[in-house]
């Protein structure tokens, strides 16, 4: 068992099971299994008495990933206390280099599905999953620099920040002030009775605080914005302690689980059958600024970021190494596929192949960057060799 859950804790496992399960729901939605599958999908449960009556796929996107987004949140406070972007200094090259890789794909996905249909798809290209970029990254980059793992998870941290951001402000609907406040309040309890571990009964307080971080998700889901963002709130007010040992407990259960059965449920839609001329705007837009909007957008910011902080210094970063990055930052996947579902949930089919479009373009990027990453790697082993 424990092997097990260290193989979850790993870099390279998680990615490749995510991967595996994206491909399995794009297989099983191009079969016969599709209409039994997609029936079970759309079912829906609901809990008396609450007004909450939400599909299966809902519950995993709504509900599942909310615990996701509570570990990810738990490891940005971390990087924002104690990590990578404990200091401005820590912080300003990456943002920098985030901000081109977000302003860079938007551009590019406004230059080709930037019509009325379409438009509202513009968040999509500019996330980075961070699991398989460092998945990748531990695959293909032994022998890079540190320097170079340093600024794509700081880069990605700030990524998800910015995904977090687009989700909270820009899928709300009709907001319900009352349950928002009583949101508020329950993150707030939940925060101080982290902070009673483990002084307190233990048993007590954890069991109290999961009926706690329930009730936060309930409001927040009532409230009209999206329900994940319940788990980024609980993520960010849970006390450093207690946060690390709930990341470790919980991490094996989202890579393992939680991950994969999103993917397969995001990956599971029906590839149309028409001509490449007949596909959505959205699928060209975002296949196209995933990887080439990243990769630009990174590689030219992070440049100029390199360039400005180096202070007459020799660069800790080459442009090679920024393109490094950047094509790991073109792997979209976990948050691109939440952001796909959003921006066009009331139209299927562009939907349909929005979802098909981060796929595409994630699995470019993918295979981009274990070229780029394994030739630059090994560049900097023989470099190593030859100064030893």
Known sequence: MSDSRNLLRSQQFPAVLLLAAAALGLLLANLPTHAPIAAMLESHIAIPGTGIDLSVAHWISDGLLAIFFF?????????????????????????????????????????????????????????????????????????LPAAVRVFLLALAILDDIIGIVFIAVLFAHDLNWLYLLLAVVGVAVFGLLSRMLPERNTGLVVAAMIVVGILVWV????????????????GLAIAQSPSMRARHVLEPWVNGGILPIFAFVAAFVVIPAVSPSELSPAFFGIALALPVGKIIGITVFG??????????????????????????????????????????????ATRDQAILGVLVGSLIALVLSGIIVSSRAAWHRRVAAASS
């Open 71 to 143: 570990v990810v949140a738990m490891e940005l406070q971390y990087e924002l206390t104690r990590g990578e972007l404990n200091s401005f200094r820590k912080a300003l090259q990456p943002a920098i280099a985030a901000a081109g890789g977000v302003l860079v794909p938007i551009i590019i996905y406004l230059l080709i599905a930037g019509g009325e249909a379409t438009a509202s798809g513009w968040p999509i290209p500019t996330a980075t999953d961070i699991a398989f970029a460092l998945g990748v990254l531990a695959v293909f980059g032994k022998g």
């Open 219 to 234: 409001f927040v889901l009532l409230s009209g914005i999206h329900a994940t963002i319940a788990g980024v709130m609980l």
């Open 303 to 348: 440049w100029i970021a390199v360039r400005v902080g180096s202070h007459g210094q020799p660069p800790a970063l080459t442009i090679t190494d920024l393109i490094a990055a950047g094509t790991l930052g073109g792997i979209g996947f976990t948050v691109s596929l939440l952001l796909a579902n959003l921006a066009f949930a009331d139209d299927a």
